[in-house]
């Protein structure tokens, strides 16, 4: 079985190579450019998908940190400061698993009203564990409606089809962008693990 054994390991090999996962990730990401927020068109609501918060263990419990998915926020308080739409929607994510006693979305809410949303304007959804419970909730508040839709690139193709299932109209704004720009170098022909993490995402 010497071939195959060969065979795994160039397998192997090729999968960490920077130049390998690099243009995975644009194939990915639909070779999508991140937009800006001041050419961003008009919409009933901005629309912020969850899943950039995590619990950890602190002196006294539990606290909730950003993970590398906060982009999302912090793009979605743009669009709403800039006066993209007139209302910003939240999401009340929660996992079965999760230790901590409220939603991400009550914590991002807080978050928000910090950097001078008025409560008012931001809408918080049920609980919801996914992005189709995701995307039934903003239908259910905004039937029909027009949203601007803020999740990683990677994620939009996927959750503009779902949300589009729901009956709104979708104008996409992709961020979290997992290609860097670098020139290319001689390392990006050497495997690293961290290619091989990056090409394995990718593929999952």
Known sequence: RRGLAFAALATLWVL??????????????????RPAVATAPQAQAVVVLGGMTADVRAEQGFETEWNGNADRFWVGLELFKAGKAPRLFLMAGRLPWEKSQTTEGDWLRQKAIEFGVPAEEIWLSPEVQNTHQEAQAVAKE???????????????????AVFEAQGLQVLPFPVDFRVVENETTILDFLPSAGALGATTSAMR
């Open 16 to 33: 960490s190579l920077p130049v390998v996962a690099n243009p995975l990730w644009r194939v990915i990401e639909q070779q999508a450019l």
């Open 142 to 160: 905004l039937p029909g409606g027009n949203i601007l839709l803020v999740t990683s690139a990677f994620h939009m193709p996927r959750a503009r």
